[in-house]
Every structure is written in C-alpha cells, then in structure tokens.
C-alpha cells in the first residue's frame, strides 16, 4: 500500500491549494470567486449566529435568503480536504454562492491541525489522521448539526466533501446514517472494507472522481480504500438496489480546463429502497479539478433529488 500520508501532502503543496485551495493551475479563477448573490437572510426571519460550535473551533454558518425562521430548509456541511481549509474549500466549490440562493443552510468547519500544520478530518484508517490523534470529528460535526437544530428548523442533512473530506463525509454516512440523507464526495472514498462500518440504514450517495486522479486513485489501493465503482456500487447494495440495472446518464459538463461534456454519469436506481447511488466519473480529470461554475448549483440539485 503506497504511503498516502505524503501523497496527499505533496499534491497539497504542488498544487497551490493549501489554505485557500484553488483552481486545478494553482490559481483563484472566476469560476471559484465567492458572490454576494442571493442576499442577506430576511429581515424578519430572527437573526442567527455567524458561527456555530465552540469558541476553540468555530464553524461558519451561511444562511440561505429564503429563510422565514419557520420554514423547514435543508443544510449541507461542507468538508475540506487535507491541509486545506472550510473558507479555501468554499471558495474552489462556489457552494456557499449557490446555496443562499438555492435554500440551503451551510455549515464550514474546519478540522484540526496536525504537527505538520495541515488541517485533517479522522475520516478513516487511510485518511488523514496520520498521528492517530483520535480527535471524534463525527462527534464534532453532529454538534454542530444539533447546534443549529436547535436554533432554526431544518430538513434534510448533506454532507460534500472534497478528498480527505469525502473520506469524512463517508464516515458521516456511516455513522449519522438515522439523520443523513445524502452525500457527495469529490475525489475521497469509503472504508477499505464494507464490513469496517455497517450504517443503520441507506443512505445516497454520489462520488465524482476523476479517473488520472494521482493523489486517491480512481481505481482504489488494496487495504486501504475501494475503487470509485466499488464504492458506488457497495452504497447502492445497501439500498437493495438492482446492481445489474445500472443506467448510464447524460454527460455532463463540470469541468473548465476539459473540452465539451467531459463527465460521464452511471446511476444505480431500480429497485432501491429509501437511497440511490450514483458515480460521475470526470475523463481525463485531476484530483483538484478546474471546477466551473455549473459544478455547484448541479450537486445542490442532486441533493435536492435525494431527500429523505
């Protein structure tokens, strides 16, 4: 198994896109600017906090402009990859800019800081707590969730995560299964083994990955983590999903820096019970592709799609 400690790091360094992350040339392009569309909150809603969570490790909170204070709004939690960070992250996924208008909530954690100054979450065995410090980041970020509960009336729960945080939103789907709907992971995987954690109940998936991916293989590492297709494949068996009725979608076009449609789509959905699964596999893409602006109002819809 190849040491995906320093893999990860050297990609991070490469790449430009340690704190804030950046395009797939190392640059902040326009694609990834933040935007001021979508507006304040309305003014009668009842104002929330900028930051949930404790004081020592606060988490940005973006609050959609259709909140009434009354109506029930889905939130996604946006994780990081490894040595990066939720505001970097934010601004190379433009989520945050979509979703104000799109009526979701986002929380932006970040995660801790390891002796070698990258931020991490302990997603799994193969990333990214390398100095098994064994920080509970599933009790962490379930915090925050009951945080806002408490505070707004929510609906439906998304986890997106990009590499070290798609590894976390995995685990999240693993282990939050009774309260998330759904989640997306770019460029991250599962647990090696399908037996390492055993959710309660479905939950649907999407993993995009590009398939020159360098830093977490597209084709998985034994012992460590399972190929894209075997991934997908795993969380749409545990709907009870018809596996040999899968249905290759439409291409789609998400990525600047590749010509035309570059991302093909395979969709496991006859015959699910309660989730589906989904794999979009970006042709010739990288591990930090050069995401365009239809990336993230496409992943919102998707989760829309696939409420609970």
């Known amino acids: 198994m190849r040491n995906v400690r320093w893999v990860l790091a050297a990609a991070w360094i490469v790449s430009g ?11 902040v392009t326009a694609d990834a600017a933040p935007s001021a569309d979508g507006g304040p909150p309305e003014a009668d809603a009842g104002a929330l906090p900028d930051t949930l969570g404790p ?34 992250q934010d601004l190379y996924f433009g989520l945050s800019r979509a979703a104000r208008s799109e009526g979701f ?24 707590d390398f100095a098994g410090t064994g920080v509970d980041d599933v009790a962490y970020l379930t915090s925050l969730l009951d945080e806002l509960e408490a505070l707004t009336p929510i609906s439906q729960i998304y986890f997106v995560g990009h590499s070290n945080g798609g590894f976390m939103s995995y685990r999240m789907a693993c282990e939050l299964a009774d309260r998330v709907a759904a989640i997306v992971s770019l460029a991250g995987a599962d647990f090696a083994s399908d037996t390492d954690c055993v959710p309660d109940r479905a939950v649907s998936v999407l993993q995009i990955h590009g398939d020159l991916d360098a830093t977490i293989a597209y084709a998985g590492v034994a012992g460590a983590y399972p190929s894209a297709s075997d991934g997908v494949a795993r969380w749409a068996e545990r709907a009870s999903c018809d596996l040999g009725a899968s249905e290759a979608g439409e291409m789609l076009d998400l990525e600047s820096a590749l010509g035309g449609a570059e991302t093909e789509t395979l969709r496991y959905a006859a015959d699910c019970e309660g989730a589906e699964a989904e794999l979009w596999t970006i042709r010739n893409g990288s591990h930090i592709p050069a995401l365009n602006r239809t990336f993230a109002p496409t992943v919102l819809a998707w989760l829309r799609d696939h409420a609970r």
């Open 17 to 27: 896109c340690s704190e804030p992350i950046a395009g797939a040339d190392g640059s």
């Open 55 to 88: 004081s020592e490790r606060p988490a940005q909170l973006v609050v959609p402009s259709a909140r009434d204070g009354v109506t029930p709004l889905p939130v996604v939690v946006l994780l990081h990859g490894y040595g990066a960070n939720g505001a970097g």
């Open 105 to 128: 909530y986002v929380i932006v954690p970040d995660g801790t800081v390891d002796a070698g100054g990258r931020r991490f979450w302990n997603a799994t065995p193969a990333c990214c």
